[in-house]
């Protein structure tokens, strides 16, 4: 099972990897960008020494950039190792993913080799997974992301700032900034050779001819897409010219690609994005239509490029395929929020999004209002977005604001001192009052406990317990609605969320899941039984999330007192 903290920490470790892969894209040039992957691992993964071994156009690697030790970059920085011996130690040790990671106790006989390397001091490893002096860790570079591609370099990281063998969620990371890297890599060279194609073309008058050609060849051979569009008057966007990468990517001759211009390509929720990013170049993330309909997430960079001294000026734009790391993205940040066994919603999701629902509004100000009205009498009063009055005793700059936006006396001023701003715009949440249904409709949370199930751990092993855990927990997705939220608590504890319930709505939702719980659940050729305690809270403005979920929490005990011990019996 998970800790609770660790969904932060995963999501502080994907905010450093963010932020580490986005600097690599700000690099200008192949140095800076390879000084860069070097100081991004130190910085961000959580390593004390890197080295960036690149391939040289011999084969051979040299070490191109160091970070975390003067000493040590100055002892190797510029050397040479022979391809040769590098790709024997990509043969040798435990293969991580794309990682190879080669114990002290096994590469003894590596000392001796060509490849450049540092010694570090440290004493011997107390534990298993402690790291030592002598072990060593390699994230090869590929030209196409990932293994299989041509072989770009090698990052080589020691010292884990935490001592110990990187788990699978920093071997993760590290993989997925080795591929970043290499993209980065790829995409300074191209940006290089680019850049020389124009500086000859504004240059080189002379040699105009050959300088479009060269041109031409780093256009139409570019690996990632590149397109010409035409920039300014009635066709802005207008793209002219493609190139085969880019047709291939969206699935789209030439002859077609000349009929649109990207502002028909893009998704309907991100024209804005392009808007932005076209009107004088700059850089987007953003999704492009193909031509069976689905949508790819690509990197847009524009560059303004000028047909000659004078003329018209153009959009050269490279779209770089990104859809893998977007889809990794989304997969780090669904790990980050959801339990890993049973796949729904965990705790620090379930408070997000029953936070999102309530503000800080005191559950008084409705009553403090309509109290205000009759002992007023006929003062005008002025109509706040919740629908009840506010007598003019207040003057028309506390009823509004110069935007229109409702508020009212002492609006700046809640809970603890902080502002009532999400009073503004929003849709405020009630609950029904009473212990009848009075016809108000709420958010209901329904706070879920398994009776028996620690027996069935204590009989059976956690093999059945998870089990039983997984098929609950799809029993209870299956009785709600789609716009409802089923989340797991933690060990057997679980929480519905179900908005525009009443009262009777509410207690028939808990009885019908509590009988799609009551079945036997088959593990493993064994039929086990599990009950289900019910408490049924209600959320509304003025309560915390934690609030809420105490309120449903004791509501569900008091249940569980109140039945029969029999009718909750299990295993």
Known sequence: METESEPYVRLATLRQLHQVVAELNTARSLADTLQTVADGVVQGLGYELACVNLVRPDGDLVVAAFAGSAAAEALITGRVGSRESWERRLSMGQEWGSLRFIPHNEGWSLIEDDVPQWHTEGPEPRFEDEWHPLDRLYAPMYASGAAGGELL????????????????????ALQMYASQAAIAISNARLRANMQRALVRLEREQQALRASEESFRQAFEYAPSGMAIAEMGGDQHGRILRTNDALCRLLGRPASAMRRYSFSDLVHPEDIGTLLRTSAEGGRAELRLGRRDGTYLWVSLRNSVVADAADGPRFLLTHVEDIEERKRRELQLAHRASHD???????SAELRSRLSARICQRPPGAQET?????????????????????????????????????GSYPGASMGHGGHGLEAFDHHVHTVAPEGDTDDGTKGLAVLFCDLDGFKSINDRFGHHTGDAVLIEVARRLTSGVRDGDTVARLGGDEFVVLADGLGRADAADLAVRLRNAIIPPIRVDGRAVRVGAS??????????????????ADQRMYIEKRSRAKQHRRAG
């Open 153 to 172: 370099g090698v990052i080589s990281v020691d010292r884990p700032r935490n001592g110990r063998h990187p788990g699978a969620w920093g071997r993760e």
């Open 340 to 346: 890993s066994l049973t796949g729904l919603p965990n």
């Open 369 to 405: 209002a309509h109290a205000l009205d009759a002992a007023y009498g006929s003062l005008p009063a002025y109509e706040t977005p919740d629908g009840f009055a506010v007598p003019d005793v207040y003057d028309s700059h506390d009823a509004y604001d110069s935007n229109g936006h």
């Open 534 to 551: 019910f408490g049924i809270g209600w959320a509304h403005c003025g309560m915390s999330a934690e609030e809420v979920l105490q309120s």
